[in-house]
Nanobody
Framework: QVQLVESGGGLVQAGGSLRLSCAAS????????MGWFRQAPGKEREFVAA????????YYADSVKGRFTISRDNLKNTVYLQMNSLKPEDTAVYFC?????????????????????WGQGTQVTVSS
């Protein structure tokens, strides 16, 4: 079992930056591909970014490519999402998620149902 706790959300002006963190419990954090999703009011949860077990591979949604960076620290059991050049359309609740995978080339799932564990979410609001 993995428990995930997000932090770092808040209110920021357009063009600003935020860094989200997701702390995981358990000793098997490095066995999981980690992902970030977001959900705006009235919309479905959408994929944002994912990172492989050792951090060597990363995958981004087109809407955030070049502005967001996902990273992880397996010694601290934490995954991060650095968000720069924020836009009002980035406003959403951001969730981190864990997808158990065996060693090898990662498979980056972009649909929520493929992830095994979820955090409670953190609100990000970008004002214009």
């Amino acid at each position: 079992q993995v428990q995930l706790v997000e932090s770092g959300g808040g209110l920021v002006q357009a063009g600003g930056s935020l860094r989200l963190s997701c702390a995981a419990s358990g000793r098997t954090f490095s066995s999981y591909v980690m992902g970030w999703f977001r959900q705006a009011p009235g919309k479905e949860r959408e994929f944002v970014a994912a990172i492989s077990r050792n951090g060597g591979y990363r995958y981004y949604a087109d809407s955030v490519k070049g502005r967001f960076t996902i990273s992880r620290d397996n010694l601290k059991n934490t995954v991060y999402l650095q968000m720069n050049s924020l836009k009002p359309e980035d406003t959403a609740v951001y969730f981190c998620a864990a997808d158990f995978q065996r060693p090898g080339l990662p498979i980056f799932a972009v649909t929520a149902y493929e992830y095994d564990y979820w955090g409670q979410g953190t609100q990000v609001t970008v004002s214009s």
